[in-house]
């Protein structure tokens, strides 16, 4: 049987299963595969028109998939974000001291593009860091197979508390947690972001938190 040679190039088009950034896997291949999307090439009209039917089907249908995946546009404020994050990510990254790391919080209304910005900016950051040690954890212990994972991205769940969230932390890791108490939790939470070498944690939706809640004051701690 002959083989649509149009095949190949429909299922690029058509999205196939889309990277879960919640796991450290799903984190993994989206970060490799984020540049990989080809957008549709711009035509002349007199070269539309000479297409076949099915030919310009299929260039609509591409036309439609570069409309839905266009990419970030840096704008001022943006490029002061990513200005600043970077900055901070090296800072943290690159401290001997057992001090504090500084956080940043990004705010904003819906649909600005705040998740999208702060984890291509970590992508980034991983990569360089990633290269820099030859894709190897620089801190791990001789004898552990624990892979190294410099970022780690967790939605905050809908009703934030200490355990959903340390929860939410363990399974990116796919760390096993059932039946902890919140002390066993807090101590598996450092102990996997040290283990895997973690250098960033971003909590998506972290204004999910009520302050005023003693569970949630402990949580943001």
């Keep these: 049987m002959t083989r649509n040679p149009d095949f190949a190039v429909t299922q690029f088009i058509l999205p196939g299963q889309v990277p879960d950034r919640e796991t450290a896997e799903g984190w993994r291949q989206w ?23 099915w030919r310009r089907q299929l260039h609509d249908l591409h036309r439609a998939a570069t409309h839905a995946n266009l ?19 090296q800072t943290n990254a690159l401290k001997h001291k057992s001090t504090t790391r500084a956080g940043l919080m990004i705010t904003g209304g ?13 992508a980034a950051f991983e990569d360089a860091w990633l290269d820099l040690h030859a894709q190897l954890n620089p801190d791990a212990l001789p004898g552990t197979r624990d892979p190294h994972i410099p970022v780690t991205y967790v939605q905050t769940p809908v ?35 040290h283990d895997h070498g973690t250098r960033v944690l971003i909590l998506d939706d972290i204004t999910r938190l009520k302050l005023h809640r003693a569970d949630d004051q402990d949580t943001s701690t």
Excluded: W
């Design 71 to 89: 990419p970030l546009q840096e704008t001022p404020m943006s490029a002061e974000l990513a200005r600043l994050m970077r900055g901070r990510l």
């Design 159 to 193: 009703t934030a508390k200490p355990k959903s969230t340390c929860h939410a932390i363990l399974d990116f890791f796919g760390a096993d947690h059932k039946g902890m108490n919140m002390p066993q939790l807090t101590r598996q939470v450092r102990a996997s972001l």
């Design 110 to 122: 819906g649909y600005q593009g705040k998740t999208e910005t702060a984890c291509e900016i970590a």
């Design 31 to 53: 970060r490799l595969a984020r540049y990989s999307f080809v957008p549709a090439p711009q035509i002349s009209l007199d070269e539309y028109r000479l297409m076949s039917p």
